[in-house]
Antibody, heavy 116, light 106 residues
Framework: QVQLVQSGAEVKKPGASVKVSCKTS????????INWVRQATGQGLQWMGW????????GYAQKFQGRVTITRNTSISIVYMELNSLTSEDTAVYYC?????????WGQGTLVTVSS | SYEVTQPPSVSVSPGQTATITCSGD??????VCWYQQKPGQSPVLVIY???KRPSGIPERFSGSSSGNTATLTISGTQAMDEADYYC?????????FGGGTKVTVL
């Protein structure tokens, strides 16, 4: 079973950036693509982007283009999602998830609160 | 941008069948996945490639697809099935989620 463990909750001021990490277990790192999905309180799921496990190639949802960056550190099996220029509308739980036939395994979520 | 549409809510009596639809202009050419999400929990994949169940998902969950509509069916619905359900598809190199359907077991 693949396990994804995310970093803890964050509180940020408007205009700041946040970087959320997702640590993968075992040989998951190169076996699966990693996606980032967010969910505002009481709202639905919103896909932000993904990174290929094979080659580190990334793709982003148009809504977040230019504001989100997904990176990785292969030596410690961690994928990062950084979101810039935060506003109150970015307050949400952020999830990482592996994808093969679907989004098979999910992290526990990281609450990011943007407040002045 | 491409969208897929779900009904906001579905109510069902225990033991009865719940049906959730997901509609989109391109679904006839795309596989659909379905996720269950209970309050305070991460989503769980319950159906992939329109009709397939991951291991560990009860047989009462089934999926189908016809034309531009995909359907999640929960047969013999149990109280534990009360949750939000999301459909998801791929559009070129992006991912689209439906708005979610709240299933209430009355």
């Amino acid at each position: 079973q693949v396990q994804l463990v995310q970093s803890g909750a964050e509180v940020k001021k408007p205009g700041a950036s946040v970087k959320v990490s997702c640590k993968t277990s075992g040989n998951t790192f190169i076996s699966y693509d990693i996606n980032w999905v967010r969910q505002a309180t009481g709202q639905g799921l919103q896909w932000m982007g993904w990174m290929s496990g094979d080659n580190g190639h990334t793709g982003y949802a148009q809504k977040f283009q230019g504001r989100v960056t997904i990176t990785r550190n292969t030596s410690i099996s961690i994928v990062y999602m950084e979101l810039n220029s935060l506003t109150s509308e970015d307050t949400a739980v952020y999830y990482c998830a592996t994808s093969s036939m679907g989004f098979d395994n999910w992290g526990q979520g990281t609450l990011v609160t943007v407040s002045s | 941008s491409y969208e897929v549409t779900q009904p906001p809510s579905v109510s069902v009596s225990p033991g009865q069948t719940a049906t959730i639809t997901c509609s989109g202009d391109k679904l006839r050419d795309q596989y659909v996945c379905w996720y269950q999400q209970k309050p305070g929990q991460s989503p769980v994949l319950v159906i992939y490639q329109d009709t397939k169940r991951p291991s560990g998902i009860p047989e009462r969950f089934s999926g189908s697809s016809s034309g531009n509509t995909a359907t999640l069916t929960i047969s013999g619905t149990q109280a534990m099935d009360e949750a939000d359900y999301y459909c998801q598809a791929w559009d070129k190199s992006t991912v689209v989620f439906g708005g979610g359907t709240k299933v209430t077991v009355l």
